[in-house]
């Protein structure tokens, strides 16, 4: 902890004009017990280079710079083993405040206590180093075209590669292909897919070890400390243990079954788009299945297993693409040959719209709008009926081939028993009994181990895969992190990832590629890769007070933790993405960082000054997640928003790290109300910590029952889900939060 403080207040940035600058010197002196301070005229620039000056001459551990917000600058010139916090005058006084005035003057002498108290608490982060040495090697599982790509930049940008595949042969599906839907300008003609040159560089490539025929049967340890077990596919020859730093798991798709109406299994001239690739790769005539008679005309049915919410609901992007593709193959038969393509929508995204405009120019290819209702034989052929066409009919056309456009699954682990998995677990965190919780965790862990259908076999206590969405692609959050997954070093990429053609698997592949590289190198340096990049902290669990209540391993959302036999948890540290909602979720308050806990944000709370009940003067606590619900709040203040000066400002890593015991103190010490501000989650935003505003939520019973317990309104707390986009929301919150606490009254327990 920072035994001695120092104390720098910027008097620049209309600083100086709306606050009583030497009354908050002779406070952090006085009551705050700084060791030294002084007034600067601005934190940046030179004046860094002069805090940093005066920190080592008074060999001060501690310092609080109170200027501007921290994320505004840089702060290299100070010394990384002294503990720096910033308070942002600028943007919460001179920004969003009325200068000169009392109220303004109470919210920045109250800064100055949170983060002189704050500071005193905390500790310079020491960067976690293992006992055995990380290795940087990288594993790479699967091996078409996005492992392939994924192996080959990982070799040539100077990483040793493992790649693993399950089959006999490279390539995947993409060498199985007879042409590629063209990739660049003008997008006209059908493309080699390159698929052959891609497989014989990697092959040759001296710093990548191909296994065929080969599964990953086991996988433990972290980042840096992967040991991975590889058998032969089918479980016979001897296993091979290697240690891996990093993954991409590249595993492709499979075709979905189509919908049982469209004769697919019944008549055998209907067939998958996958199949109808392979008739002609095989480069031999077109012949029907049925008698092997010339295929001159073939009837394109699109969404033949997709976009139905009774079969499967999702589009797969690039089915429409390649039927366009396959189109050109049976002109390619003869001048005479048809080509009919029956759609509801026909999607082409982006430059591909000049393949789409390409096709349609064909006499030969027919395309129209409509809803195929029925494919039987029909003297020797197959009709195929459509109603609901551009021309308002009913329309029927006899073809000697239907071929269905399957969407694409990811080969991942059975999304059925992860989903079955994940609802266990979710019932076990929402039970309202001891018995209930005990069901439903053992459902849950009985679900964890979904036998016969793993693809990683991670050896985690939460499960051998990849947590997954509805249908089956990993989860991972969408919208500022798309190659992570939930299992940190651990990079989907491809079509397990998100369905895409071959160009876009090569583009995910290099992401992914880079993304693991990132890692094993932070990794390297004890730093955190992702959301808190370069952030040295990992937590410490003070075991001796752990009562196996398994709360931080069963709500971790990456799968830090793992468990002894007595459900005592062990710390896979390099896992670890400092989101802190182990600490939040402990009801011992056991775990903590250097730089954060529960012990750390107590000493803020406590250190502001609440006003007795007779000045009408309350005090909020606003509990902030620095995600987006703070730079939200910096953003008001940027466009001189005016918040409300009786809310004190708190940030926290993720909602999901807020213990109780932080709302329990504030209402202890006279808080009149406190707010919970983090990230929206849900089908359109997610948390930066995937799970931690939604498990907020889900605590908030516990919120109510300690007031319940101390005969306080439940009206004193209120959660919000903010995104970045909401700061001007913010001020009418404030607002609105205040005139709640006035409508029920200041805490009882002011001055007690």
């Known amino acids: 902890m920072a035994d001695k403080i120092g104390v720098f207040i910027c008097t620049g940035y209309g600083i100086a004009e709306a606050l009583d600058v030497p009354a908050l010197l002779e406070l952090a002196t006085g009551d705050c017990g700084a060791a030294y301070c002084r007034t600067i005229d601005t934190c940046q620039g030179a004046d860094l280079e002069t805090i940093a000056a005066d920190i080592a001459r008074e060999e001060l551990d501690g310092a609080v710079i109170a200027g501007i917000s921290g994320r505004r600058y840089d702060d290299g010139p100070l010394p990384p083993d002294v503990v720096v916090e910033n308070v942002a005058l600028r943007e919460f006084i001179v920004w969003s405040q009325p200068p000169g005035e009392e109220d303004t003057q109470m919210l920045a002498a109250d800064l100055i206590r949170m983060h002189v108290a ?151 001239d209907v067939i998958l788009n996958t199949e109808f690739e392979d008739m002609v790769a095989g480069g031999g005539p077109l012949q029907r299945p049925s008698d092997g008679q010339p295929v001159t005309s073939v009837a394109f049915i699109q969404c033949g297993g997709s976009r139905d919410p009774a079969h499967h609901s999702y589009c797969s992007s690039i089915c429409c693409l390649n039927s366009l593709k396959q189109a050109l193959y049976v002109r390619e038969v003869s001048d005479e040959a048809k080509a009919y393509i029956f759609y509801e929508f026909i999607r082409t995204p982006g430059q591909y719209e000049e393949f789409y405009r390409r096709v349609q120019e064909d006499p030969g290819v027919f395309l129209t709008r409509g809803e195929v209702t029925d494919v039987a034989p029909a003297a020797g052929r197959l009709a195929v009926s459509v109603k609901d066409t551009m021309l308002g009919e009913q329309v029927q056309v006899q073809v000697d081939l239907v071929v269905l456009a399957a969407g694409m699954a990811p080969n991942a682990a059975d999304g059925e028993a992860i989903r079955a998995f994940s609802d266990a677990k979710l019932a076990a965190e929402c039970a309202e009994t001891d018995t209930q919780r005990a069901e439903a965790t053992a459902r849950a862990e009985h679900l964890a181990h979904h036998e016969g259908t793993e693809i990683l076999n991670l050896d985690y206590r939460q499960g051998p895969d990849l947590p997954s969405l509805e249908y089956g692609f990993p989860d991972s959050h969408f919208i500022c992190f798309p190659y992570e997954s939930r299992r940190t070093g651990i990079y989907p990429a491809g079509c397990v990832r998100a369905p895409m053609d071959g160009r876009g698997s090569r583009a995910d592949a290099a992401g992914a590629a880079l993304k693991a590289i990132q890692c094993v190198e932070m990794t390297a340096r004890g730093e955190a890769v992702h959301p808190r990049a370069g952030d040295r902290s990992y937590p410490d669990f003070f075991l001796q007070r752990c009562t196996q209540c398994k709360r931080c391993t069963e709500e971790c959302p990456f799968g830090v933790l793992n468990e002894d036999e007595k459900g005592t948890p062990l710390l896979q540290a390099t896992r670890c993405r400092r989101c802190g909602v182990c600490l939040g979720a402990c009801p011992e308050r056991i775990v903590s960082f250097k730089d954060y806990s529960v012990e750390i944000l107590s000493s803020m709370i406590k250190a502001v000054e609440v006003p007795d009940e007779f000045e009408e003067k309350p005090r909020l606590l606003a509990l902030m997640c620095e995600n987006d619900a703070l730079p939200a709040l910096e953003l008001a203040t940027q466009h001189r928003l005016q918040l409300n000066p009786y809310v004190r400002i708190v940030p926290v890593r993720c909602l999901g790290s807020v213990n109780v015991e932080w709302v329990n103190q504030a209402v202890s010490r006279g808080f009149d109300g406190v707010l919970l501000m983090g990230c929206t989650h849900g089908d359109d935003y997610q948390c930066h910590f995937i799970k931690g505003s939604e498990l907020a939520e889900q605590r908030g019973e516990n919120i109510k029952e300690k007031l319940d317990k101390m005969a306080m309104e439940n009206e004193r707390v209120e959660i919000h889900q903010v995104q970045i986009r909401d700061y001007e929301r913010l001020p009418a919150i404030f607002d609105a939060f205040a005139e709640t606490i006035e409508e029920i009254g200041m805490n009882p327990f002011k001055g007690m």
Do not use: N
């Open 118 to 268: 704050k500071v005193g608490k905390m500790a310079c982060p020491e960067p976690f180093r293992p006992e055995e040495e990380l290795d940087r090697t990288l594993l790479v599982v699967g091996g078409g075209v996005t492992g392939l790509t994924a192996a080959l930049a990982a070799a040539r940008t100077g990483y040793q590669v493992r790649l693993v595949e399950k089959s006999e042969d490279l390539g995947g599906w993409l060498a199985r292909q007879h042409r590629s839907i063209p990739t660049g300008p003008p997008y006209r003609d059908l493309e080699d897919t390159g698929i052959a040159k891609l497989m014989a560089d990697v092959l040759e490539h001296p710093r990548i070890t191909v296994h065929t025929s080969t599964v990953t049967s086991h996988i433990s340890g972290a980042p840096g400390l992967f040991d991975v077990t590889l058998r032969a596919e089918g479980g016979t020859g001897p296993e091979e243990v290697c240690r891996v730093g990093a993954m991409v798991q590249a595993t492709g798709w499979r075709p979905v079954d189509p919908r049982p109406d469209l004769s697919y299994g019944q008549v055998p």
